[in-house]
């Protein structure tokens, strides 16, 4: 990593803060006085600043509760982004492992961890994630079946792979799916010729929405929700 990066995540301080302490000559990296904001630098490397030794700077990791209308994007001309809710220092060096669409709610993962973010998103992981849906028409019995068996979407060459569907209500059910593509819940209904209402993702893996978090919050994950994925 970049020593300027290094600095600013471990010290919370903004580059051009940082560019001015390395002018300073107050930084140091394993003894030697270090001026060159592109020095890389790794765990091995003992930085210090103002004589003071630096901790390696740690990934971060989050839950969000996504309210509707907020868009999954690092930035949108006209709606609200993920990001913009998220106000700690370098928020926008934080990526969304899993979108939702901009009218779904429900539990989005924050990073800057992007091996952590490909292992909870990519198909070969098969990291379950599970919506509840409302629908415009009742959802027949036989829909459970259809889930299960695979359902070939709009546009696309392979059926998806057996998802878990469960009735809660005339217009209400459960979805589990193990894969990823783009709108699948709503694509899956529309090619039963259903629609989609409303969309709320309750967890991804083992990791569950926290139900404390209102809309547009978030918190950090713990050890265990990070080690889960
Ligand atoms: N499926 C969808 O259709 N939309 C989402 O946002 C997530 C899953």
Redesign the pocket.
């Known amino acids: 990593m970049r020593l300027d990066k290094y600095l600013a995540k471990s010290t919370g301080l903004s580059r051009k803060e940082v560019k001015r302490l390395l002018h300073a000559d107050e930084v140091r990296v394993n003894g030697e006085r270090e001026r060159d904001p592109s020095r890389h630098v790794t765990e091995a490397d003992q930085v210090t600043l103002d004589e003071r030794p630096m901790e390696h700077p740690q990934p971060r990791y989050l839950m969000m509760n996504k309210p509707e209308g907020v868009v999954?994007a690092a930035d949108d001309p006209t709606h609200p982004t993920v990001l913009a809710l998220v106000e700690l220092p370098r928020a926008e060096e934080l990526h969304i492992a899993?979108?939702?669409?901009i009218?779904?709610t429900g539990l989005v993962l924050l990073t800057d961890d992007g091996k952590w973010s490909h292992r909870a998103t990519s198909p070969r992981h098969k990291t379950d994630?599970v919506?509840t849906v409302t629908t415009a028409d009742p959802i027949p019995e036989d829909a459970v079946i259809a889930f299960k068996k695979g359902i070939m979407l709009n546009g696309e060459h392979f059926p998806t792979k057996p998802a878990d569907l469960k009735l809660l209500g005339t217009c209400e059910a459960r979805v589990v799916?193990h894969e990823?593509?783009?709108?699948?819940?709503?694509?899956?209904?529309a090619a039963l010729g259903n629609r989609?209402l409303s969309?709320h993702?309750e967890s991804i893996g083992s990791i569950e929405l926290d139900e404390d978090l209102f809309p547009g919050e978030y918190r950090p994950l713990t050890d265990a929700e990070i080690a889960s994925i």
């Not at 899993?98 to 669409?101: E, M, N």
Request: hydrophobic letters at 35%; proline letters at 0%; glycine letters at 8%.
């Open positions: 999954c899993g979108r939702l669409d009218d779904a994630k919506y799916v990823g593509r783009y709108h699948q819940v709503k694509r899956m209904f989609v969309l993702r």
